[in-house]
């Protein structure tokens, strides 16, 4: 991926929610435009959301790129918020990218911007750890087996 002259890491995260039942889809959103059409404002994420979207309906391409695509429903409201990158194309692997290939239509998702740790700063990507940090019941799993040894 060409990310070498782009930068990202001065956006906002966004916790993405779906507009018609307002479920929240994932917390580490970030707004963007179709590479293919930079007039479209869509939403991405770089963590497949777990939990609260799922695929529906066959792959597809687009008539813009080639990149092959599978749209993603909201499982609470069963709305298609969005789609996923399943191949992305070559054209748009060498355009300055942000590495995300979940995308959030912007008629289907909100954005409300995160707050960092203080919570009084908005939460920039710069500062986000690449994946989230891990659930307390994951802590306790992990602590109790440090304790067994």
Known sequence: MSTNNCTFKDRCVSILCCKFCKQVLSSRGMKAVLLADTDIDLFS???PPTNTVDFIGRCYFTGICK??????ACLKCGNIVGYHV??????????C????????????????????ATGVNLLLWGNLP????????????????EYIR
């Open 45 to 47: 994420t770089d963590i």
């Open 86 to 95: 399943i191949v992305p194309c070559s054209s748009c692997l060498l355009s």
């Open 130 to 145: 690449e994946t989230e940090e891990c659930t307390d019941e994951e802590t306790l799993e992990i602590s109790a087996e």
């Open 97 to 116: 990218n942000n590495g995300h290939f979940w995308m959030f239509h912007s008629q289907a998702v909100y954005g409300i911007n995160r707050l960092d």
């Open 67 to 72: 990149c092959k695509l599978k749209d993603i």
